[in-house]
């Protein structure tokens, strides 16, 4: 996600909280209580994956019923997922990887995005692109803190949100890195929780999250959170999707 000049500046995806929680729903009614508990527990910022029946019906309750969560669609691989993400009401977007095509559509959204990358030469074509902000996936198979500190010193300006295989217990490794802006993540959201509706447990473990570098300075408070409404910026900052069109998020 990429800055450009705006006289409105919002928060980056990568800044608002520690973790991003990558969330799969199975059953959209339970997309509001989650988002909630998610909220509540310092992780505003909740990426509801493209693979199920339910997610977009789930971004859509999210959006429209818990105004301090920014929902954002993971798993986008096509324009068709960006055009169904968008009109579910996806403030944001990410993926697993990319190609010329669906960037020019994730570009072409008007909100931020992240890219998906685990080569040093994917990285250097999104800098070309303006494109700053990306997803390193799959983190721990790609090789890691390692690989992420040998990018530090050749290609400063990128940054990333390392997700796949990133626990409560290694994030702090990836959150201590210069060129590392938050973790994606699961932890938060065990199984048996979610089944059992136990949104405290999930709300308790959010807070533990949120707490892995909450702490430090630089971090937005949720309570200045843009409205989906708001002025935001299509790059790596949050703006809204009738702004000019610019190099990406």
Same mark, same amino acid.
Not at 17 to 36: F, G, I
């Given at each position: /996600?990429?800055?450009?000049?705006?006289?409105?500046?919002?928060?980056?995806?990568?800044?608002?909280?520690? @973790? !991003?929680?990558?969330?799969?729903?199975?059953?959209?009614? &339970?997309?509001?209580? *989650?988002?909630?508990?998610?909220?509540?527990?310092?992780?505003? %910022?909740?990426?509801?994956?493209?693979?199920?029946?339910?997610?977009?019906?789930?971004?859509?309750?999210?959006?429209? +019923?818990v105004p301090d969560a920014v929902v954002g669609a993971g798993t986008v691989v096509?324009?068709?997922?960006?055009?169904?993400? /968008?009109?579910?009401?996806?403030?944001?977007?990410v993926s697993p990887g990319w190609t010329d095509t669906l960037l020019d559509a /994730?570009?072409?959204?008007?909100?931020?995005? *992240?890219?998906? @990358?685990?080569?040093?030469?994917?990285?250097?074509? !999104? !800098?070309?692109?303006?494109?700053? +902000? /990306?997803?390193?996936?799959?983190? +721990?198979?790609?090789?890691?803190?390692?690989?992420?500190?040998?990018?530090?010193?050749?290609?400063?300006?990128?940054?990333?949100?390392?997700?796949?295989?990133?626990?409560?217990?290694?994030?702090?490794?990836?959150?201590?890195?210069?060129? @590392?802006?938050?973790?994606?993540?699961?932890?938060?959201?065990?199984?048996?929780?979610?089944?059992?509706?136990?949104?405290?447990?999930? +709300?308790?473990?959010?807070?533990?999250?949120?707490?892995?570098?909450?702490?430090?300075?630089?971090?937005?408070?949720?309570?200045?959170?843009?409205?989906?409404?708001? &002025?935001?910026?299509?790059?790596?900052?949050?703006?809204?999707?009738? %702004?000019?069109?610019?190099?990406?998020?």
């Open positions: /996600m990429t800055s450009v000049p705006s006289a409105a500046s919002a928060p980056s995806v990568l800044d608002l909280a520690p @973790v !991003l929680p990558v969330v799969v729903v199975d059953d959209a009614a &339970d997309a509001v209580p *989650l988002a909630r508990a998610l909220v509540a527990g310092g992780l505003p %910022a909740i990426e509801v994956t493209l693979r199920t029946p339910a997610a977009l019906d789930a971004i859509r309750a999210i959006a429209a +019923e096509s324009p068709e997922g960006v055009a169904a993400a /968008m009109a579910a009401g996806a403030r944001f977007l /994730m570009r072409g959204s008007g909100v931020p995005f *992240l890219p998906g @990358v685990s080569t040093a030469s994917e990285v250097v074509a !999104l !800098l070309e692109w303006g494109v700053r +902000e /990306m997803k390193f996936f799959p983190a +721990e198979a790609a090789g890691g803190t390692a690989f992420l500190k040998s990018l530090a010193g050749p290609l400063p300006t990128a940054r990333f949100c390392p997700t796949g295989g990133v626990s409560l217990a290694s994030a702090p490794a990836y959150l201590a890195l210069p060129n @590392v802006g938050c973790v994606g993540g699961t932890w938060m959201l065990p199984a048996d929780a979610l089944r059992a509706g136990d949104w405290g447990q999930v +709300e308790s473990l959010a807070r533990e999250a949120s707490g892995l570098r909450g702490r430090s300075a630089g971090r937005t408070p949720t309570s200045g959170l843009p409205g989906r409404d708001a &002025d935001r910026t299509p790059t790596s900052e949050l703006r809204g999707r009738d %702004a000019g069109r610019a190099p990406q998020a």
